[in-house]
Protein backbone atom coordinates (compact mmCIF):
# COMPACT_ATOMS: atom_id res chain seq x y z
CA UNK A 1 0.00 0.00 0.00
CA UNK A 2 3.01 2.53 1.21
CA UNK A 3 4.39 1.56 -2.28
CA UNK A 4 1.41 2.26 -4.48
CA UNK A 5 0.86 5.83 -2.68
CA UNK A 6 4.89 6.38 -3.85
CA UNK A 7 4.47 5.40 -7.11
CA UNK A 8 1.40 7.31 -6.98
CA UNK A 9 3.18 10.60 -5.79
CA UNK A 10 5.90 9.95 -8.57
CA UNK A 11 3.46 9.68 -11.16
CA UNK A 12 1.62 12.75 -10.27
CA UNK A 13 4.30 14.85 -9.64
CA UNK A 14 5.71 13.53 -12.87
CA UNK A 15 2.48 15.19 -15.08
CA UNK A 16 2.46 17.75 -13.15
CA UNK A 17 6.45 18.48 -14.44
CA UNK A 18 5.68 17.80 -17.84
CA UNK A 19 2.51 20.16 -17.86
CA UNK A 20 4.61 22.93 -16.77
CA UNK A 21 7.21 22.10 -19.09
CA UNK A 22 5.28 21.81 -21.88
CA UNK A 23 3.35 25.34 -21.11
CA UNK A 24 6.97 26.87 -20.71
CA UNK A 25 8.54 25.96 -23.79
CA UNK A 26 9.48 28.58 -26.47
CA UNK A 27 6.90 29.46 -29.06
CA UNK A 28 8.47 28.40 -32.49
CA UNK A 29 10.06 31.16 -34.64
CA UNK A 30 8.37 33.40 -37.05
CA UNK A 31 7.97 31.73 -40.66
CA UNK A 32 8.58 34.91 -42.64
CA UNK A 33 7.14 34.88 -46.19
CA UNK A 34 8.58 34.28 -49.52
CA UNK A 35 8.84 37.42 -51.74
CA UNK A 36 6.15 35.64 -53.47
CA UNK A 37 3.44 35.46 -50.36
CA UNK A 38 4.15 38.40 -49.68
CA UNK A 39 3.23 40.04 -53.29
CA UNK A 40 0.09 38.12 -52.84
CA UNK A 41 -0.67 39.91 -50.19
CA UNK A 42 -0.22 43.08 -51.35
CA UNK A 43 -2.05 42.96 -54.70
CA UNK A 44 -5.12 43.13 -52.89
CA UNK A 45 -4.31 45.74 -50.62
CA UNK A 46 -3.37 47.75 -53.54
CA UNK A 47 -6.54 47.41 -55.79
CA UNK A 48 -8.30 48.18 -52.73
CA UNK A 49 -6.17 51.41 -52.91
CA UNK A 50 -6.70 51.86 -56.32
CA UNK A 51 -10.27 51.56 -55.75
CA UNK A 52 -10.70 54.08 -52.83
CA UNK A 53 -8.78 56.13 -54.62
CA UNK A 54 -10.69 56.29 -58.09
CA UNK A 55 -14.24 56.91 -55.98
CA UNK A 56 -12.32 60.18 -54.10
CA UNK A 57 -11.72 61.60 -57.48
CA UNK A 58 -15.24 60.91 -58.28
CA UNK A 59 -16.30 62.62 -55.49
CA UNK A 60 -14.37 65.42 -55.66
CA UNK A 61 -14.81 65.94 -59.35
CA UNK A 62 -18.47 65.30 -58.88
CA UNK A 63 -18.24 68.72 -56.54
CA UNK A 64 -16.42 70.94 -58.60
CA UNK A 65 -18.73 70.68 -61.25
CA UNK A 66 -21.71 71.32 -58.72
CA UNK A 67 -19.87 74.79 -57.67
CA UNK A 68 -19.30 75.02 -61.55
CA UNK A 69 -15.55 75.49 -60.56
CA UNK A 70 -12.15 75.13 -62.99
CA UNK A 71 -9.83 73.52 -60.79
CA UNK A 72 -6.12 71.55 -61.93
CA UNK A 73 -5.32 68.22 -60.62
CA UNK A 74 -1.59 67.37 -59.84
CA UNK A 75 -0.01 63.85 -59.80
CA UNK A 76 -0.57 63.30 -56.47
CA UNK A 77 -4.41 63.87 -56.84
CA UNK A 78 -4.78 67.49 -55.31
CA UNK A 79 -7.00 69.76 -57.25
CA UNK A 80 -6.48 73.52 -56.76
CA UNK A 81 -8.06 76.76 -57.97
CA UNK A 82 -6.10 79.96 -57.72
CA UNK A 83 -8.92 82.33 -57.73
CA UNK A 84 -7.01 85.94 -56.71
CA UNK A 85 -3.78 86.18 -58.40
CA UNK A 86 -0.63 88.01 -57.34
CA UNK A 87 1.99 90.22 -59.13
CA UNK A 88 4.53 88.17 -60.96
CA UNK A 89 6.73 89.81 -58.89
CA UNK A 90 5.50 88.77 -55.32
CA UNK A 91 7.53 85.55 -53.74
CA UNK A 92 7.00 82.61 -54.68
CA UNK A 93 6.13 79.58 -51.90
CA UNK A 94 9.56 77.78 -51.78
CA UNK A 95 10.77 74.58 -49.99
CA UNK A 96 12.25 75.84 -46.15
CA UNK A 97 9.69 79.08 -46.34
CA UNK A 98 7.96 80.62 -43.19
CA UNK A 99 4.53 80.30 -44.53
CA UNK A 100 1.49 82.37 -43.12
CA UNK A 101 -2.07 81.56 -43.98
CA UNK A 102 -5.37 82.58 -43.42
CA UNK A 103 -7.74 79.33 -43.76
CA UNK A 104 -10.93 77.37 -43.64
CA UNK A 105 -11.20 73.91 -43.81
CA UNK A 106 -14.27 72.01 -44.42
CA UNK A 107 -15.77 68.53 -45.38
CA UNK A 108 -17.76 68.60 -49.05
CA UNK A 109 -20.80 68.59 -47.13
CA UNK A 110 -20.28 72.33 -46.61
CA UNK A 111 -19.28 71.68 -42.68
CA UNK A 112 -16.69 73.70 -41.09
CA UNK A 113 -14.02 72.25 -39.29
CA UNK A 114 -11.30 75.19 -38.92
CA UNK A 115 -10.76 78.49 -39.54
CA UNK A 116 -8.20 81.59 -38.77
CA UNK A 117 -11.23 83.69 -38.12
CA UNK A 118 -11.47 81.71 -34.71
CA UNK A 119 -7.86 80.50 -34.05
CA UNK A 120 -5.64 82.43 -35.91
CA UNK A 121 -3.66 82.40 -38.95
CA UNK A 122 -1.60 79.29 -39.39
CA UNK A 123 2.31 79.62 -40.34
CA UNK A 124 5.00 76.70 -40.69
CA UNK A 125 7.82 75.97 -42.28
CA UNK A 126 7.35 74.34 -45.84
CA UNK A 127 9.44 71.31 -46.16
CA UNK A 128 9.03 70.41 -42.39
CA UNK A 129 6.09 68.61 -41.99
CA UNK A 130 3.44 69.23 -39.68
CA UNK A 131 0.86 69.82 -41.79
CA UNK A 132 -1.87 67.67 -44.45
CA UNK A 133 0.48 66.65 -47.51
CA UNK A 134 -2.11 68.36 -49.71
CA UNK A 135 -2.11 71.87 -47.80
CA UNK A 136 2.20 71.54 -47.92
CA UNK A 137 1.93 70.66 -51.89
CA UNK A 138 -0.72 73.57 -52.22
CA UNK A 139 1.17 76.55 -50.83
CA UNK A 140 4.04 75.84 -52.81
CA UNK A 141 1.75 76.37 -55.98
CA UNK A 142 1.15 80.13 -54.57
CA UNK A 143 2.69 83.56 -54.45
CA UNK A 144 2.15 86.03 -51.50
CA UNK A 145 -1.40 87.53 -51.60
CA UNK A 146 -2.83 84.41 -53.60
CA UNK A 147 -5.96 82.58 -52.52
CA UNK A 148 -7.02 79.53 -53.68
CA UNK A 149 -8.77 76.43 -53.19
CA UNK A 150 -7.43 73.32 -52.54
CA UNK A 151 -9.41 69.78 -51.93
CA UNK A 152 -7.44 66.88 -50.40
CA UNK A 153 -8.33 63.65 -51.04
CA UNK A 154 -8.15 61.31 -47.62
CA UNK A 155 -4.47 60.42 -48.36
CA UNK A 156 -3.38 63.75 -49.12
CA UNK A 157 -5.18 65.08 -45.54
CA UNK A 158 -6.03 62.85 -42.65
CA UNK A 159 -5.66 59.20 -43.95
CA UNK A 160 -7.61 56.53 -42.36
CA UNK A 161 -7.88 58.22 -38.93
CA UNK A 162 -9.54 61.36 -39.43
CA UNK A 163 -7.72 64.16 -37.04
CA UNK A 164 -9.95 62.52 -34.06
CA UNK A 165 -11.30 65.83 -33.22
CA UNK A 166 -13.42 67.60 -36.13
CA UNK A 167 -12.45 65.99 -39.18
CA UNK A 168 -13.91 62.48 -39.63
CA UNK A 169 -11.76 59.24 -41.02
CA UNK A 170 -11.47 58.91 -44.49
CA UNK A 171 -12.51 62.48 -45.63
CA UNK A 172 -12.23 65.08 -48.40
CA UNK A 173 -11.37 68.08 -47.05
CA UNK A 174 -11.24 71.73 -48.51
CA UNK A 175 -8.43 74.54 -47.93
CA UNK A 176 -9.70 77.85 -48.91
CA UNK A 177 -6.64 79.91 -48.54
CA UNK A 178 -4.69 83.01 -48.68
CA UNK A 179 -0.92 83.28 -48.44
CA UNK A 180 -0.49 86.36 -45.99
CA UNK A 181 3.29 85.78 -45.69
CA UNK A 182 6.31 84.30 -47.25
CA UNK A 183 9.11 84.41 -45.41
CA UNK A 184 12.96 83.05 -46.50
CA UNK A 185 14.55 80.80 -43.57
CA UNK A 186 18.41 80.98 -44.15
Known sequence: MKRQKYLVSIVILFLFWATIACNSEEKS?????????IQQLKEPLLLANKHLVGKDKELIESYIQRH??????TETGLFYEIYKSAPENEKMVEVNDNVTINYKVSLLDGTLCYSSDSLG??????????????????????RKG??????????????LLGDRNRIPPRSIIMYDIEIVDVVDIP
Open 68 to 73: DWVMQM
Open 146 to 159: EKARLILPPHLAHG
Open 121 to 142: NKSFTTGKGGVELGLEEGVRLL
Open 29 to 37: PIHYKTPEQ
